[in-house]
């Protein structure tokens, strides 16, 4: 596959529910390396974008391509090596298992498509370190706290190292430490291993952290493109539909543990985003 094909492209997508247009001409493109971060107030089509794009959903009209194949007419056999080979996604409900313990839940992909158990425990062992679970393999759902658990879906949805990943409101009810650190994996996914993602969300102070030269904000309102730009332009822009979306922002996130450059060296060591380690590119400090 040519590296300069998009790892999403929308094409002037449209789609309805019983004759409500939730999209309306929705073209877009997500390139390599680069995260695209949806945002739009309730209903406007943020999460029906991201079933879209993991065909698990079907578009009215229009094309919808991953790393160039288009994929709307697709049967569920190829759609399935597609989520399998390419995709990772962390939707907003908790999707764990809970009959699972840790390792069980990590490896739950690579099983479905015919790992062998060396391999499996190689890639388990890898991505547990990457979201900072290692030594937690045997422990249930129910022993984890809440940001665990957002971590382990991140660890299932990551593991084999997808090239392109969807995110949907992840750190949605978490407190703002086990937010950061949520942020902080999704953070070292793109910027490390050059993970493409759509990352959905109405947190909009979330913005300036995730922020770099590879991160784009597209803001939907009643089903449409509002707006489409950098960080810095959807800050400083004057739309109404962002005016909106800030107005309804009314916590004060001054005391969020915040960086102003993720990747900043002066953060203590329990509070990096990164560790070097030989045998692994990227791993979370103890």
Known sequence: MCMDTPAIEFRNVFLSFD???????????????????VTGVSGSGKSVLLRLAMGLMTPDSGQIFIEGREIENLDE???????????????????????????ENAAYRLEEHGW????????????????????????????????????????????????????????????????LKVLDLIIRARDVNHISSLYVTKKIHEFDYLGNDKTRVMVLKDGRVAFSGSVKEFKSSELSAIKELVSLDRQDHSKDPYFADPWDKDRRPTEMILCSNSDFEARPCR
């Open 77 to 103: 056999s190829d759609l399935l090596d597609i989520r399998g080979s390419l995709m990772g996604m962390v939707f907003q409900e908790d999707s764990l298992f809970t009959g699972l313990p840790v390792f």
């Open 116 to 179: 062998t158990e060396e391999e499996i425990e190689r890639a388990v062992a890898e991505v547990l370190r990457f979201v900072g679970l290692e030594g937690e393999e045997q422990k249930f759902p129910e022993e984890l706290s809440g940001g665990m658990k957002r971590r382990l879906e991140i660890a299932r949805a990551l593991i084999g190292w997808p090239r392109i990943m969807l995110f949907d409101e992840p750190t949605m009810n978490l407190d703002p430490l086990a937010a």
């Open 19 to 37: 004759g409500h247009q939730v999209l309306h001409d929705i073209s877009f493109v997500l390139e390599r390396g680069e995260m695209l971060i």
